[in-house]
C-alpha cells in the first residue's frame, strides 16, 4: 500500500532536507517539496503566500496521480491547520494510502536560531530569503516562536502523529529517527 509521509515542523527544522534524504535512500519515491514547486509560479517572490495557495491544488494533483501509481509521496511541508493536513489525508484515502504524519521538533528557542542560521548561511534554495524576510514581517521571532507553540498543541490533537527529535546538525540521526518511527 502505497503511503503520503507528511514531514511537519517548524521553519527551519530540516524537513527539506530529511525529505532530500529520505528519497535518495529510497527509489521511486517523489519529494513534493512545496517550497520548490512554489518558485514554479510566476511572481512567487513577490507574495510567497498566494504562490502557496495556487500550487497547492496542483501539488494535490500530483500527490494523488503519484500515490494511485502506487508509489510512497514524502511532503515537507509546515502545516498548522488542521483542515489543511485534512485536505492531504484526504488525498491519501482516495488513493487508498496510509498518511502517516512525522512532526519534526527541536526546543523552541533552538527552533529559532535554526531558522535565523539558515537565513544567513543558505543561498541554494531561493525561496529561504523570501520566507525570512516574510516571517520578519509577520513578527521575526515571536512568530516563530507562536508557530513552535501551535505545532506543540496541535501534536496532541493529532493521534497519528509522532514527534521526531531533530537536532541542530545530526541530520544523520535525525533521519534514522525517522526511519525507525516508521517500523
Excluded at 64 to 81: A, C, F, H, M
Excluded at 138 to 149: C, K, N, P, S, T
Excluded at 153 to 171: D, E, F, H
Aim: aromatic share 4%.
Amino acid at each position: 500500500m502505497a503511503c503520503l509521509l507528511h514531514l511537519n515542523g517548524p521553519p527551519g527544522i530540516g524537513k527539506s532536507t530529511i525529505a532530500r534524504r529520505y528519497v535518495a535512500q529510497h527509489p521511486g519515491v517523489l519529494n513534493c517539496d512545496i517550497d520548490v514547486l512554489r518558485t514554479l509560479i510566476g511572481g512567487w517572490s513577490q507574495d510567497f503566500q498566494l504562490a502557496g495557495s495556487l500550487i497547492r491544488p496542483a501539488a494535490l494533483g500530483m500527490i494523488e496521480g503519484y500515490l494511485t501509481s502506487g508509489r510512497d509521496v514524502v511532503l515537507p511541508q509546515l502545516l498548522i491547520d488542521p483542515a489543511e493536513i485534512a485536505l492531504f489525508e484526504a488525498a491519501a484515502r482516495r488513493c487508498n494510502a496510509r498518511f502517516i504524519e512525522r512532526i519534526l521538533m527541536d526546543d523552541r528557542e533552538s527552533s529559532v536560531a535554526r531558522f535565523n542560521r539558515r537565513a544567513e548561511a543558505d543561498t541554494h534554495a531561493p525561496w529561504h530569503a523570501t520566507v525570512h524576510a516574510l516571517v520578519a514581517a509577520q513578527g521575526g521571532d515571536d512568530a516563530l516562536r507562536e508557530r513552535h507553540a501551535a505545532l506543540q498543541s496541535l501534536t496532541g490533537t493529532r493521534p497519528g502523529a509522532v514527534v521526531i527529535q531533530s537536532t541542530a546538525g545530526a541530520v544523520e540521526a535525525t533521519y534514522d529517527l525517522l526511519v525507525a518511527s516508521l517500523v
